[in-house]
């Protein structure tokens, strides 16, 4: 009787760890799509672009194949977490392509950064802001600062802003940046690899483009 008795406490908490982690599972691959996600596409037109856009999305799956291959255009990449499906948002503006809108999420010690970009045809950078950030270096005199430097670069451009091994600022990057270098770091950081991956993982949808489809 006392076997069968701890068995079936054995099995009872067995059952209950199988629970515990498909719940937190679940919650952790819910709250990452989220954070991965552009939260309101219309009011980020608004602030982007400030037009009467239409937009649609282009779907595509992050495999390991583009982290590397993000690897071999910049010094850093894609967490592993971010293998997954992304989207990026083709805006159109009286029936032509008009720009590119994606969201990315980056951790800092204030806790995770989300950062809406908006992408120009060419892929060099039209600007971003900051769909949620607790640090209050994400402010509206820091956020302009930075997107005065990037607006319209290409990842060539941006890298100029960067060491060699991307980890810090480098010469000119310091000058650009003295009154929020960290929060900078980061941003630059964030809008290489969203370039990168733009590039890579949607290859096929921006030839088509380009092509005038």
Request: hydrophobic residues 45%; neutral net charge.
């Amino acid at each position: 009787m006392v076997d069968v008795m701890v068995g079936a406490m054995k099995r009872n908490k067995l059952y209950g760890l199988i629970i515990l982690l498909t719940v937190e599972i679940f919650t952790l691959s819910s709250a990452h799509a989220a954070f991965c996600s552009l939260r309101d596409p219309v009011s980020a037109i608004q602030i982007l672009y400030q037009g009467d856009y239409q937009f649609r999305s282009l779907i595509a799956t992050v495999t390991e194949q583009d982290r590397l291959a993000v690897k071999e255009k910049l010094p850093f990449t894609l967490h592993k977490s971010e293998v997954s499906k992304h989207t990026l948002y083709l805006l159109y503006k009286n029936g032509e392509h008009a720009g590119f809108l994606q969201a990315r999420s980056e951790w800092a010690k204030w806790g995770l950064i989300e950062i809406a970009w908006a992408i120009n045809l060419d892929r060099s950078l039209k600007g971003f802001y900051f769909q949620r950030c607790r640090s209050p270096e994400c402010n509206d005199t820091v956020m302009n600062n930075i997107n005065k430097h990037l607006h319209n670069k290409s990842i060539e451009q941006l890298m100029l802003f960067l060491s060699a091994d991307g980890e810090a600022l480098s010469e000119s990057g310091e000058s650009a940046f003295s009154t929020s270098p960290i929060i900078a770091l980061l941003v630059l950081r964030s809008a290489l690899k969203t370039l990168a991956i733009t590039d890579i993982s949607w290859a096929k949808d921006i030839e088509k483009i380009e092509a005038g489809y």
